[in-house]
């Protein structure tokens, strides 16, 4: 992953929680219900010092001590305002639970789909210095501790804000003198832990980093067992990953550690609170200053405030948590692909036998090789409905052609033009949805065979599916599946064979239907008989449209309409079969190679 600028990590490090807003803002309605019952929960805290006071002074130390009756009754009511207390704490606090969990769960859920549509619409570029299980780990354990406090430490952390500011305001007006000394401990509390968190909160960012690193690893090891299990590299994936595993744990431990010292910190700070606050208020009841039921009162509310700072201390250390895994997850949200729709896209007319395709002077390094030159001086027109075949050695720049076509990424200099519009002023949308796509290594998704080939067109019906299967002679095996076109596949397509696999994704671009067909190796999983009968579908697939064949089998290409022949990057030789095999260069050498 690129590094994020310093100007902006040092701005997200101030307040890196704020990059939630944006999420927060629509449940603004459900935010004020929650802060409502946060007020409630709090203002019946506040009230329960008052109503012990009241039954202590009111009904057990009042002069009515003479007249138990009179004295019953007092209690009575003073036990059922405690009790009515009690009761609207309870409601209003159930009602905050419920409010502020629901956000949560809200909250993450669209930080998790926003992310995960963000990463879809990343260039390649962004994955070949990207671990797939380091975006992994973003989606789940990363947005799991942002669930966390939006859904109960930021709403502890107010609730006892708003519980310690009110004791403390209480004390104020109740017991003034005491002030002075509690806000004198509540400093030397509050700036101390700022500093420890700091240290917590840098510890938990590296936690997070080193937790992705494991993933990365599992999540590629895991794609490619039979790989690791046909060289025995059991062994040495289990200690690398036992090696990433206790670097994370090594820094977890040095993050709890930094976080239990603050809390043993806090907790002793508090207690020194609670202790100098009764004694202050034990002396003020000897001189004569208090009643047993201020005492009382002043008590619960300095315990109220040093209960309120100690959970606060706790919940900072949620946030400090949180703030790096939300920082971890707003630098994913701030990256931007370097291929966008423009502003104002150019459409581009829907060609009825076929799309015209010109490649003019187009120069292209990939970015992680920016010394190595992909393709170098490429021009190439293609008229409609014809065949171009692209050959020639691996690593030659025929699959850059493909991609630069689909705008997977643009050319450093030329330009790309499909029917009359240039490719990087047309909707990217739009223009994909005019391209048709069979790789190399065909891609199947963990779900049923109908489902894979109506991919190619999400609103096709099932007789449309059925008719594209045919076409590709998939038909015949997925009927004889455990539930026909019903039947799950597997991640991966591990239920199906190499050319089973090949020929659901030629049924997906078939039924997509496209003015332009790009085939990279289509048959090159197939075994001969197989082979014949798609290499049959294909052809009739593009009649009336335009494709582009990659090959390293000849065998596949000899009717194509044009052979280009692709070395270095560069076009060394165009032509028919025939032709270029009686000019006696570069293809004619593999055919030779191929055919003899």
Do not use: C
């Amino acid at each position: 992953m690129s590094t994020p600028n310093p100007d902006r990590a040092r701005a997200a490090s101030a307040a890196p929680l704020r990059g939630l807003l944006p999420f927060i803002r629509p449940y603004r309605w459900q935010v004020t219900l929650a802060l409502l019952f946060l007020l409630m929960a709090a203002a019946a805290t506040l009230l329960f010092p008052l109503a012990l006071r009241q039954l202590v002074d009111g009904g057990l130390t009042s002069g009515q001590a003479t007249d138990r009756g009179a004295q019953a009754l007092a209690l009575r009511g003073h036990f059922l305002q405690l009790f009515g207390v009690a009761v609207l704490m309870g409601v209003a606090s159930a009602s905050r639970f419920y409010m502020v969990s629901w956000l949560g769960e809200r909250i993450t859920a669209d930080l998790r789909n926003a992310v995960y549509a963000h990463v879809l619409r990343q260039s390649p570029q962004f994955f070949e210095t990207t671990q797939t299980g380091e975006v992994v780990s973003r989606l789940s354990t990363d947005t799991t501790l942002v669930q966390t406090v939006v859904g109960s430490s930021l709403s502890m952390g107010l609730r006892n804000a708003v519980t310690g500011i009110g004791a403390l305001l209480m004390l104020v007006i109740s017991h003034p003198y005491v002030m002075v000394p509690v806000l004198a401990v509540v400093l030397l509390v509050v700036l101390p832990a700022m500093a420890i968190g700091r240290r917590v909160r840098r510890l938990s960012r590296a936690s997070q980093d080193r937790v992705a690193d494991s993933s990365a690893i599992a999540a590629e090891v895991l794609g490619a067992v039979p790989v690791v299990q046909s060289f025995t590299g059991e062994a040495h994936e289990t200690r690398r990953f036992a090696a990433s595993t206790e670097n994370a744990f090594a820094t977890a431990v040095r993050r709890s550690r930094a976080r239990a010292f603050l809390v043993a910190f806090i907790i002793i700070a508090n207690a020194a609170l609670i202790l100098w606050g009764l004694y202050q208020g034990t002396q003020a009841v000897l001189a004569g200053q208090l009643s047993a039921g201020q005492l009382g009162q002043a008590v619960l509310y300095v315990i109220i405030f040093a209960g309120a700072v100690a959970v606060l201390g706790e919940v900072y250390g949620d946030l400090l948590r949180a703030a790096g895994a939300s920082e971890r997850l707003m630098e994913l949200l701030a990256l931007r692909s370097p291929v966008q729709s423009p502003p104002q896209p150019r459409e581009a007319p829907l060609p009825v036998g076929g799309s015209q395709l010109v490649f003019d002077s187009v120069d292209f390094h990939y970015p992680s090789r920016p010394a190595q030159a992909a393709l170098s001086g490429f021009s190439l027109a293609v008229t409609p409905g014809s065949t171009v075949a692209l050959v020639g050695p691996s690593g030659a720049g025929k699959t850059t052609v493909l991609g630069l076509l689909l705008r997977f990424y643009d050319p450093q200099a030329g330009r790309i033009v499909l029917d009359g519009v240039p490719i990087d002023q047309m909707d990217l949308q739009a223009l994909r949805a005019r391209i048709g796509v069979v790789p190399q290594d065909a891609v199947i998704f963990s779900t049923t065979a109908m489902e894979n080939i109506r991919y190619g067109r999400a609103d096709a019906s099932d007789d449309e599916v059925v008719a594209a299967a045919r076409a590709a002679h998939a038909d015949a095996f997925i009927r004889e599946l455990p539930d026909g076109y019903a039947s799950f596949l597997g991640e991966r397509g591990v239920r199906l064979s190499g050319g089973q696999r090949q020929r659901i994704a030629i049924a997906r671009a078939m039924l997509k239907n496209p003015p332009l067909l790009l085939l990279d190796e289509a048959t090159s999983a197939l075994d001969a008989q197989s082979e014949r009968a798609v290499q049959a579908a294909l052809e009739s697939a593009m009649q009336d449209r335009t494709t582009l064949v990659i090959a390293h089998r000849l065998a596949t290409v000899q009717q194509a309409d044009r052979i280009v022949v692709l070395d270095h990057g560069r076009i060394v030789e165009q032509g028919t079969h025939a032709e270029l095999v009686a000019a006696g260069g570069l293809y004619a050498r593999l055919a030779a190679l191929q055919f003899s």
